[in-house]
């Protein structure tokens, strides 16, 4: 079912739980989905119920407002155990876990090692809209911004900053920036 995607290389999906829907890295092994999850509701959902749907888009701004909890123009399907993201394509399965600890140099919290297993697919369709370097540079500032939410580290604003100069020279423009860059303002 995972034929198309590369072994060992890190891919951003949306994963949908029980209540939730957050961007997430995941990597191929095998027939399996890894991805690494730090406290939060989808940690939460997981912990109570391990079912997920596993779904793609080529929509950067749809990842991001799942990272930051915007509103999405999306309508969520419910069956049996999942839920998903009506008309985008992906999977639904079942999650092993375990939890352990994790440790940088802010200090130490839990996190859960996730092996998703695909049990069926989810059919759905993507918008015909090529790669887009602004969407590059989107994508990598949402994911410092949220390490800058939840580790307060403010090193992370400078290369947020910088990140964004790229983001506007290749014509990105979205609300949703603006509002990344409203908080970042506000934290240094
Ligand atoms: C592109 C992208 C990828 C992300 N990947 C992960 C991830 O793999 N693991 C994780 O814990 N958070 C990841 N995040 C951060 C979460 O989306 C964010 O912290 C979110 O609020 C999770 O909390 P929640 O489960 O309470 O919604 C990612 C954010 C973005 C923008």
């Known amino acids: 079912m995972l ?5 060992g290389k890190v891919y951003e999906v949306l994963l949908v739980t029980a209540s939730n ?34 779904q793609m888009t080529n929509d ?19 069956d049996g155990n999942h839920r998903w993201i009506e008309g985008i394509p992906g999977w639904h399965g079942s999650v092993e876990y375990k939890l352990e600890k994790w440790r940088d140099k802010l200090g130490e919290s839990e996190v859960l090692l996730g092996r998703f297993i695909p049990r069926g697919t989810i059919p759905g369709s993507l918008k015909p809209v090529p790669v887009s370097r602004a969407d590059c540079y989107l994508l990598e500032m949402a994911v410092h911004f949220t ?42």
Do not use: C
Request: charged share 30%; glycine share 6%; net charge negative.
């Open 3 to 7: 034929d198309d995607l590369q072994e």
């Open 21 to 54: 829907v957050t961007p997430v890295g995941v990597v191929r092994r095998g027939d399996a989905l890894e991805f690494k999850l730090f406290p939060g509701r989808s940690f939460e959902d997981l912990l109570k119920w391990p079912f997920a749907s596993i």
């Open 60 to 78: 950067v701004e749809l990842l991001v407002r799942f990272a930051l909890n915007m509103s999405a123009n999306v309508n969520i399907a419910k």
């Open 147 to 188: 390490r800058l939410l939840v580790s307060g580290d403010h090193s992370l604003a400078s290369r947020i900053l910088e990140l964004y100069r790229e983001y506007r020279r290749f014509g990105g423009d979205s609300e949703v920036v603006d509002y990344i860059i409203e908080q970042v303002k506000k934290a240094v």
